[in-house]
């Protein structure tokens, strides 16, 4: 804060006197108010001598009269042109609120004071599994921009990141793939949202006169155990007939034939 004595000025009388005080917002001094003697009265040089501690400002009066004429008088002012900014992570998810002028950098939770007017701009940081989902609290927060005229408190939400697993199902033959934890059940296709990191296992039923073969598509699905950490899209193979191997007992399906009777 500053204050600035104006002893001559005619306020509230000839030569009564004021004084201005401005507040620092940011890069500028900002003129917020003009204190004037009580009662109103000529003569009194309100402003002769100014002081400011902390939020308390005094303003000498050397003509005030009442204890006598010219027994002068002091007047002190409380001021309050700082307002603090609680920030509060909130959601499924996580990550860091930090703020532009500084101060805010917080997880979970931080306060930090501004002079008031000054325009706080918060950044949400999302952790590497989540997203930043938006602000509640003040209306103000909204934007992402707080504009400081009085005490405000943001929620930043955060949820955890989340990828789509589609099941496709491919082949002469039928049936149905479910997963655990649950989501997908589909007969020819479907697919379902998961939380980054969750490990879906995919079971395909085959129908009668058809047989499951392998699973194909994304490079994670081969064994039918998908760990979602990007979309993933898994296609079941399904034949009808008998299915013949190569001759040797593994895994590899690469060769195999169907025939249909």
Same mark, same amino acid.
């Given at each position: 804060?500053?204050?600035?004595?104006?002893?001559?000025?005619?306020?509230?009388?000839?030569? /009564?006197?004021?004084?201005?005080?401005?507040?620092?917002?940011?890069? +500028?001094?900002?003129?917020?108010?003009?204190?004037? $003697? !009580?009662?109103?009265? /000529?003569?009194?040089?309100?402003?002769? /001598?100014? /002081?400011?501690s902390d939020?308390?400002?005094?303003?000498?009066?050397?003509?005030?009269? *009442?204890?006598? &004429?010219?027994?002068?008088?002091?007047?002190? %002012?409380?001021?309050?042109?700082?307002? @603090?900014?609680?920030?509060?992570?909130?959601?499924?998810?996580?990550?860091?609120?930090?703020?532009?002028?500084?101060?805010?950098?917080?997880? $979970?939770?931080?306060?930090?004071?501004?002079?008031? +007017? =000054?325009?706080?701009?918060?950044?949400?940081?999302?952790?590497?599994?989540?997203?930043?989902?938006?602000?509640?609290?003040?209306?103000?927060? !909204? +934007?992402?921009?707080?504009?400081?005229?009085?005490?405000?408190?943001?929620?930043?939400?955060? =949820?955890l990141q989340?990828?789509?697993l589609k099941?496709?199902?491919?082949?002469?033959?039928?049936? =149905?793939?479910?997963?655990?934890?649950?989501?997908?059940?589909?007969?020819?296709?479907?697919?379902?949202?998961?939380?980054?990191?969750?490990?879906?296992?995919?079971?395909?039923?085959? *129908?009668?006169?058809?047989?499951?073969?392998?699973?194909?598509? *994304?490079?994670?699905?081969?064994?039918?155990?998908?760990?979602?950490? &990007?979309?993933?899209?898994?296609?079941?193979?399904?034949?009808?007939?008998?299915?013949?191997?190569?001759? %040797?007992? !593994?895994? +590899? =399906? @690469?060769?195999?034939?169907?025939?249909?009777?």
């Open positions: 804060y500053i204050t600035v004595g104006s002893p001559l000025n005619e306020g509230v009388g000839a030569q /009564s006197g004021a004084s201005y005080l401005f507040v620092r917002t940011e890069d +500028d001094w900002i003129e917020r108010e003009k204190l004037l $003697p !009580s009662p109103a009265s /000529s003569d009194t040089l309100f402003g002769q /001598s100014v /002081s400011v939020e308390l400002v005094l303003v000498g009066t050397p003509g005030a009269n *009442d204890n006598g &004429a010219s027994s002068g008088a002091a007047y002190a %002012f409380e001021v309050d042109y700082i307002h @603090s900014l609680d920030v509060t992570l909130s959601g499924t998810g996580s990550g860091l609120v930090t703020s532009i002028p500084t101060g805010i950098e917080c997880n $979970p939770i931080c306060t930090a004071d501004f002079t008031i +007017d =000054t325009q706080v701009t918060l950044n949400p940081i999302p952790d590497t599994d989540s997203l930043s989902s938006g602000w509640t609290g003040n209306e103000d927060c !909204s +934007d992402s921009t707080v504009t400081m005229t009085t005490d405000t408190d943001c929620t930043a939400e955060f =949820t989340t990828y789509t099941v496709l199902n491919s082949g002469s033959g039928s049936g =149905t793939v479910t997963s655990i934890p649950g989501g997908i059940e589909c007969q020819p296709d479907c697919e379902e949202v998961f939380i980054v990191g969750t490990e879906v296992r995919l079971q395909a039923t085959a *129908d009668a006169q058809s047989h499951f073969v392998e699973w194909s598509g *994304d490079p994670d699905c081969i064994d039918g155990r998908v760990t979602m950490i &990007a979309d993933r899209t898994c296609i079941a193979e399904f034949f009808t007939g008998v299915v013949f191997g190569d001759g %040797f007992e !593994s895994t +590899d =399906t @690469s060769e195999w034939t169907t025939a249909v009777p």
